[in-house]
């Protein structure tokens, strides 16, 4: 068995959830999501995990791709691991499905 685990094997996991974030909120209101605790702590534990991939990516991948937006990835990751009582539900809709399927596009590359 490989367990390697280099940028390709980061990107994977990272994809992974950004697909699991695209399939699970098709046609989902923000409204529907602020009321369903499950799906919303679904979403937000694949945020956190997103960005705790994005960390084990080389500083050479990420100075290469300048295009993928590190700092609000990480951002809203710290907002919601240390405000998650009071995230903003507003933003974090409009990050799960408008900027994920971006960033999905982005990591294709």
Do not use: C
């Amino acid at each position: 068995m490989n367990n390697l685990k280099n940028d390709d094997y980061y990107i994977g996991k990272i994809l992974t959830d950004l697909h699991f974030i695209v399939d699970h909120m098709k046609n989902v209101t923000q409204k529907e999501l602020e009321r369903n605790e499950v799906l919303l702590d679904s979403m937000l534990f694949r945020l956190i995990q997103i960005n705790e991939n994005t960390k084990k990516l080389s500083d050479s991948f990420k100075e290469s791709r300048n295009d993928i937006p590190w700092k609000d990835i990480s951002g809203l990751r710290n907002r919601v691991v240390h405000d998650y009582g009071n995230v903003d539900l507003e933003i974090v809709y409009t990050a799960l499905t408008y900027d994920i399927p971006d960033l999905i596009h982005l990591f294709e590359k």
